[in-house]
C-alpha cells in the first residue's frame, strides 16, 4: 500500500508539474503574489470581456432566479469558517496539533482576470471563498480525525482526504495501538503522513 501511495503522490507532483507548463504558455508571472500579464494579453483579455448587460440578458431567466439560492450559502459557509477557526484554535492547542494556515485555502486571484466582466468576477470570488471554506474545514477535520480515530473504515469511503491512505487497518487493533501516538506526533509537527506538504 505504500508503494501504491507514494505512486499516487508521484503522479499528483507530474500532474502539477504538467499545469505549471500550460499554464506557462499564458504570459504571465507572479509578483509579490500578484499575478502579472503582459500588456498585449491584458489588452486581449479586455477585448474578449462580456460587458455586465450582455451577460444579464443572456442570461437564462432560471439561472437568474437560483442566484439567490446559491448566494444564500454564504451564511452558513461564513458560520463553518468562524466555527472551526475558533474550534482549531481552542482544540488544536490543547490536543498539541499544528494549527492550518487558513490564508493556504483562501486565493483570490481570479479577480485578476480582464476578461471577465464584475459580476463574472464576484462569482470567482464567491466560488473560491466556499470552496477554500471546505477545503479549510476538510484539513482541520482530517488532523482531528488523525488524532482521535486513525482508522480506516470498513466499508470504501468516496474522496477520502489525503491522510486518510495512513490510517490503520480496520480491525488491527494491536497495529492501531502500537502506531498511534506517531500518528498524533506528526500533527505536532504539521507533517503529513506520507512526510510531504500539508
Request: with cysteine; proline share 4%.
Amino acid at each position: 500500500m505504500d508503494a501504491i501511495i507514494g505512486k499516487i503522490r508521484a503522479l499528483e507532483t507530474e500532474l502539477e508539474e504538467e499545469f505549471a507548463k500550460q499554464r506557462a504558455g499564458f504570459s504571465y508571472g507572479l509578483e509579490r503574489g500578484r499575478v502579472l500579464f503582459e500588456q498585449e494579453v491584458v489588452r486581449r483579455h479586455r477585448e474578449l470581456q462580456t460587458s455586465l448587460w450582455r451577460y444579464l440578458v443572456k442570461a437564462r431567466p432560471l439561472v437568474v432566479l437560483t442566484a439567490p439560492v446559491i448566494y444564500s450559502l454564504i451564511i452558513p459557509f461564513a458560520v463553518i469558517d468562524l466555527w472551526v477557526s475558533v474550534y482549531q484554535s481552542i482544540c488544536f492547542r490543547v490536543y498539541g496539533i499544528a494549527q492550518v494556515k487558513r490564508r493556504s485555502y483562501m486565493v483570490f486571484d481570479r479577480s485578476g482576470l480582464a476578461y471577465l466582466n464584475a459580476l463574472e468576477k464576484l462569482n470567482c470570488a464567491y466560488c473560491s471563498y466556499v470552496n477554500g471554506v471546505i477545503a479549510y474545514a476538510r484539513e482541520i477535520g482530517s488532523r482531528t480525525e488523525q488524532f482521535w480515530c486513525p482508522i480506516k473504515n470498513a466499508r470504501r469511503v468516496l474522496g477520502a482526504h489525503p491522510r486518510y491512505a495512513s490510517f490503520e487497518e480496520y480491525g488491527d487493533a494491536e497495529r492501531y495501538h502500537h502506531e498511534l501516538q506517531r500518528l498524533r506526533d506528526e500533527l505536532a509537527n504539521d507533517t503529513p503522513p506520507d512526510g510531504g506538504n500539508p
